[in-house]
């Protein structure tokens, strides 16, 4: 193992990733950027540990202003897929030219554009760039182990409750967690529902290797929402 990744992994173990996106349709997106950057700052200045951040532009504009290792991702939908986190080698090509510390790609049983599994896109990143630290997406135990396999050195459970096989998931899974932590060769972050310290903490005990959390912490709408959702609950 070469020290750049040791130190990448001391880095980030046991700490705080932090997510910082907005899609399209939310109040922090703007065209030309600039906002995910200052929320980047904010995470650094407050003892975050590394950042997850979608598009180049994003990644590249956060890279200015924080020296944390991100993992970056390009979502973009395809027809005939349900896939849609860095799906195709393009996606990757384009992550890798921006210089991202790890590279994230959806690990779940859906099939790419072309018909390969996770595990086989993940074979042919790592083919074309062995270097590239690499965590894949999962939903379930099954797709966390086949990705492990090909070659992701991390696994996240970023996908837990949002596939078909895992619908109906709707709170972080510490059992999953500490499971995947005991049996899965790759390095284990927990992300996905993950709304309180509380829990963020609960996950580390389970057994993760680092965690992300964006929503609890960078998207006013949702914040907001679980609020205004608990004071019209106590009204009816």
């Known amino acids: 193992m070469d020290m750049e990744k040791e130190t990448l992994f001391e880095q980030i173990k046991g700490g705080l990733i932090v997510s910082c996106q907005a899609l399209e349709t939310e ?26 951040a979608n598009t180049v532009r994003d990644i590249t504009q956060i890279k200015q202003v924080v020296d944390l290792p991100v993992i970056g991702i390009i979502k973009k ?4 897929t349900p896939m849609y986190i860095t799906v195709t080698m393009k996606e990757v090509d384009e992550l890798v030219a921006c210089g991202v510390d790890i590279l994230a790609v ?23 760039y062995p270097d590239q630290l690499l965590m894949a997406d999962c939903d379930n135990f099954e797709n966390a182990m086949l990705c492990a396999e090909a070659g992701a050195d991390f696994v ?65 709408a949702e914040i907001t929402a679980r609020f205004t959702g608990a004071i019209n609950a106590m009204h009816k």
């Not at 779940?108 to 086989?120: E, F, M, N, V």
Request: some cysteine.
């Open 27 to 52: 109040p922090l997106y703007t065209k030309e950027g600039g906002v995910m950057p200052l929320m980047a700052k904010a995470a650094a200045m407050s003892g975050a540990v590394g950042i997850r």
């Open 77 to 80: 939908d395809y027809p005939g």
């Open 106 to 128: 959806q690990g779940t049983g859906a099939l790419r554009p072309d018909g390969s599994t996770s595990a086989q896109f993940i074979r042919a990143i790592k083919a074309k």
């Open 156 to 220: 996240g459970t970023t996908m837990r409750g949002y596939t078909p096989e895992t619908q109906g998931i709707n709170d972080i899974d510490f059992e999953f967690v500490h499971k995947l932590a005991a049996e899965c060769p790759a390095k284990i972050i927990a992300e996905g529902h993950i709304h309180y310290p509380e829990q963020a903490v609960k996950a580390l005990e389970a057994g993760a290797f680092a965690l992300v959390v964006g929503g609890a912490i960078t998207r006013p």
